[in-house]
């Protein structure tokens, strides 16, 4: 087997992790538009446990600290579009559509024509893990 055929199937091999939120403040079934915890009190917890739980989930495919080596997306550029608009509710807006790409994304998944590019967590992660993921990612939008 070639390196090529054992990293896609080590790529594809991703056996998502749950993630302990109890200390966050829940938030219930109904999936939210945007994040919740992106400000706030609960932003600093938020981002502690995204952290780690961006590094047992994503950074294998993603890279670390956000920065990707090329197979997929680099998602410090996820909210790009959005950084440099000038015109606030533009702004808010373009963030709010990102939220939703985002969510959708991980909730299940990427597959094209078949395959697997990236697993669905919503059976594994939380709400609550999820947008703590997200808030972790804010962290690491370039400047």
């Keep these: 087997m070639s390196m090529s055929g054992m ?3 080590a ?13 966050l403040p829940q938030l219930g079934s109904k999936w939210l538009p ?6 706030g009190p609960a932003f600093q917890e ?4 995204g952290t780690s739980a961006y590094n047992q989930n994503c950074a294998r495919c993603h890279g670390l600290e ?3 080596g090329g197979i997929a997306p680099d998602l410090r550029k996820l909210d790009a579009d959005c950084t440099g608009m000038a015109d606030a509710q533009k702004k808010s807006a373009c963030f709010a ?3 939703d790409y985002y969510l959708a994304t991980v909730r299940r998944g990427r ?3 078949g395959r697997v590019y990236m697993p669905p967590f919503e059976a594994t992660l939380s709400q609550e893990a999820m947008w703590s993921i997200r808030t972790y990612l804010e962290t690491r939008r370039e400047k």
């Design 66 to 68: 956000a920065i990707s």
């Design 46 to 49: 938020a981002l502690r446990i």
């Design 11 to 23: 790529h594809g091999d991703v056996t998502p992790q749950s993630v302990d939120t109890k200390t």
């Design 34 to 39: 945007s994040n919740p915890y992106s400000t």
């Design 7 to 9: 990293f896609a199937w």
């Design 111 to 113: 597959t094209r024509d």
């Design 97 to 99: 559509e990102m939220d």
